[in-house]
Structure formats: C-alpha cells, structure tokens
C-alpha cells in the first residue's frame, strides 16, 4: 500500500513541474523573439508587492510573478531554490539561470543585479545554471566535467565537487585519463579528503594510467597523506595515523623517515590538545632533526675533502633544522606552562637562532613567548622588539600579530 502511495504523489508532483514548466517554455519563446531575458518575480502571498515599475531596466525583461501561497507556483520555486522573499530569478533566452537567485532588498541593489544580467545575456549556458543543476543532481558525467572545468577556470574550488562525485561513484568511473587528470591537474593544491583516499586505495593503478615518475607522485601522496592526516586528527584515529605516516615514509630516504614520523606524531598531538605526549615527540622530533643535521654535516665534510676547489656550504640543511627546532619549540610554548618542558623548548630556540641564516623573526617570537612564560618579562619584550624589527617590510599581517602581542607583554597580559 505504501508503494502505491509514493507513486501517486511522484506522479503528481512531476504533473504540476511539467505544467509550470511549460508556462516557462512559452517565456523562453517569447524572450528569443523578443531579444530579452526573463524576469520571475517570486512573492510569498499575492499581496507582498515591490515596486518594479519603477525600475529603469524592467522594459528589457519579459516575465511572470509566483507566489509560494500559491500551489501551482511551488514547483518552480522549490526547482530554483527560492529560500527567502520577494526574490527575483532572471534566466536568458536559452531559458538558463544567468545568476544564483536575489533576495530582493532595494531597487538599487535590483537594478545592479539586472545590469549583471544583461552584461552576462549571451552565454548559453552560466555557472549559475550549472550551479543549480548541481544542486538539484541533475548533471551527468559530461556536464560535471564542463562544470568543474568552468569552476576552474574562474579560480574557483571543487574540492567538494570532487569528494561527493569521488565518494558516490565507482572505481571504474574515476580510473580513466581524463577524470584522473581533471581532478590531480586542475585541482592539484586542494585535493579533497574522499579522492585522497581513493588516490592512496589506488596508487598503482593511477600511476599507470597517469604514466606518472616517482617525484610527481610522490607529490600527489604527499598532497593525499597531508589532507587524510587532517581528518586524521579531527577523528582522532591513531591506528590510521600510523597508516598514512607508513606510506609517506616510504617516499623519503632512510635517513629522513625518523624525522618524518616524529613530526607527524608531534602535529598530531598538538592538534588534539594532548600536552604530556607531544612533549615526549617534540624531544623525539629535536633529537632526529640534531642527528639528521650531523650526518649532513659529515656527508659536507667527507665531500669537500675530496675536491680541488672551494668547500660546499649546507647553509640549506642549517636553516631547515633551524625552523623545524622553531616548530617543536613554538608547539611546546603553545601548550604547557611546565618549567621543564619550557627550559627545553628555550634551548631549542638558541640552537635554532645560532643556525639560522636570514630571516630569524619567528625564532625570536617564539623565544620571546618561551621567556615570558618563565617569568623573564624584560628578555621577552626585547626578543618581541627583534622579532617585530627583523619582519619584512611588506608582510603587514605578522607586524600587526606580533605587534599585539608586543603591546600585551608590555601590559603584563597573558600570551598563549
């Protein structure tokens, strides 16, 4: 009987949609011949006006009002997406939406909103339409890809276009070139969390089809591994932490993996506001760093032995140490107050100024907020002071951070 049911009603409601629908038909019609776009004027009751008359562009729209008090209007209204009233909705004379619907608030603001209109008339078919196709699931597999590629080449994000498609579709719809290149290509700085996890279900088989060398798929995992560890954290799932880190381990060299997994560990127990284990993997994390700088140090030395002419320099290695130890230093200020865990984070500060090379101002932030907190009020604010001094001239919003934090310490306020 409840089968029954549902029938009718479907079969009702798409009489009324077509019905409405073919008034729209004949505006369509009436709008090529005419050289116009359509205005729908959308009320909630017959007697909630706004005075269109009177706006100076009304003669080069044709059009019809609804009304959500009546029943014979709610479909269309429910097919554009009318949430809140008047509204207006302007397609062009291809019948397609130019632009997401208005709530309509003042004639000024109308009249804009059908300047745009009329700028935007002649495409056939505007991302506002594909918007709503996309939202009311009525786009195939060719239309997603023009969607996506327009979206893309506005500047725009598909990153959740891309997580729906990529969680609802199957395997075989997603490993061909021209999908896997249009979600890695032209989305490669955002890669969404369900394609993450179907690129690391699927490594092998998108790096065949892709034809891909091991440094632009190391890439790509990289890309993958850092959004899943993301979601990792929110979820707070440890056994998947030791997943991702296991695969992103296996693009790096021998030497590089402890500090690879320390650093992850220590982010993940940041993020999860986990003190006591992120300082036992901040010492972990410092301790690969200081080894890792050691033997570069012997691989420079043994090298330049070896060679007739002026010594290599590792003044790279020097300063990635330097901001790493900055890293587990700032994250340890961040989250405790304990004395002995500061003095280690204030001796990973010093080691990191003295192998910096350039650019020291976050060192000498995270210095200061170390010392503040260790009740040293004077060291603080003249580390603060370096640190304000030595940011580049152009980069307004860390003079205004690190400016305010200033002002705090000055005041004796609290900073983290």
């Known amino acids: 009987m409840k089968k029954t049911i549902v029938l009718i009603v479907f079969i009702f409601s798409t009489a009324i949609v077509s019905a409405e629908f073919g008034e729209l038909h004949r505006l369509v019609y009436s709008a090529k011949s005419m050289d116009k776009l359509i205005l729908l004027k959308v009320f909630n009751s017959d007697n909630s006006g706004f005075p269109f008359d009177s706006i100076s562009h009304i003669d080069r729209f044709i059009g019809?009002?609804?009304y959500a008090s009546n029943p014979s209007d709610i479909a269309v209204i429910n097919e554009y997406r009318v949430e809140s009233y008047p509204s207006i909705i302007l397609l062009n004379s291809n019948g397609h939406l130019i632009l997401p619907v208005k709530k309509v608030d003042s004639i000024a603001g109308v009249e804009a909103y059908m300047e745009k209109a009329l700028r935007m008339k002649h495409e056939s078919k505007p991302l506002a339409q594909f918007d709503l196709e996309y939202l009311n699931n009525k786009m195939n597999k060719a239309s997603l890809y023009e969607y996506i590629g327009m979206r893309t080449s506005l500047g725009l994000n598909n990153s959740e276009i891309i997580d729906k498609y990529t969680a609802l579709a199957?395997?075989?719809?997603?490993?061909?070139?021209?999908?896997?290149?249009l979600f890695i290509d032209e989305n490669s700085f955002n890669i969404p969390g369900s394609f993450c996890s179907f690129m690391l279900q699927y490594q092998e088989e998108i790096r065949q089809i892709l034809k891909l060398g091991d440094e632009r798929f190391h890439r790509l995992t990289e890309k993958s591994v850092e959004h899943s560890f993301q979601e990792i954290c929110r979820n707070r799932d440890e056994p998947a932490l030791t997943y991702i880190i296991d695969i992103k381990a296996n693009t790096f060299n021998a030497g590089d993996r402890d500090i690879l997994r320390s650093e992850y560990l220590t982010?993940?127990?940041?993020?999860?506001?986990?003190p006591l284990k992120l300082v036992n993997h901040a010492r972990e994390y410092v301790n690969a760093v200081l080894q890792y700088k050691e033997h570069?140090?012997?691989?420079?030395?043994?090298r330049n032995k070896r060679l007739f002419c002026p010594p290599f320099g590792n003044s790279a290695v020097q300063a990635m140490c330097a901001s790493r130890l900055r890293d587990a230093a700032q994250y340890v200020v961040e989250m405790t107050s304990a004395k002995s865990f500061l003095n280690d984070a204030l001796s990973w500060t010093v080691m990191a100024e003295q192998?910096?090379?350039?650019?020291?101002?976050?060192?000498?932030?995270?210095?200061a907020y170390?010392?503040?907190?260790?009740?040293?009020?004077?060291?603080?604010?003249?580390?603060?002071?370096?640190?304000?001094?030595?940011?580049?001239r152009d980069d307004m919003e860390q003079k205004t951070n690190i400016g305010f934090n200033l002002i705090k310490m000055k005041r004796g306020e609290k900073v983290y």
């Open 267 to 274: 982010r993940y127990f940041y993020i999860t506001r986990q």
């Open 370 to 392: 170390i010392v503040y907190k260790l009740g040293k009020r004077d060291e603080a604010i003249a580390n603060m002071e370096k640190a304000y001094s030595a940011i580049p």
């Open 170 to 181: 199957a395997p075989d719809d997603i490993l061909n070139m021209k999908t896997l290149m």
């Open 296 to 302: 570069q140090e012997k691989d420079f030395r043994e």
């Open 64 to 66: 019809a009002s609804l």
């Open 355 to 367: 192998m910096a090379d350039g650019d020291r101002y976050s060192i000498y932030e995270t210095h």
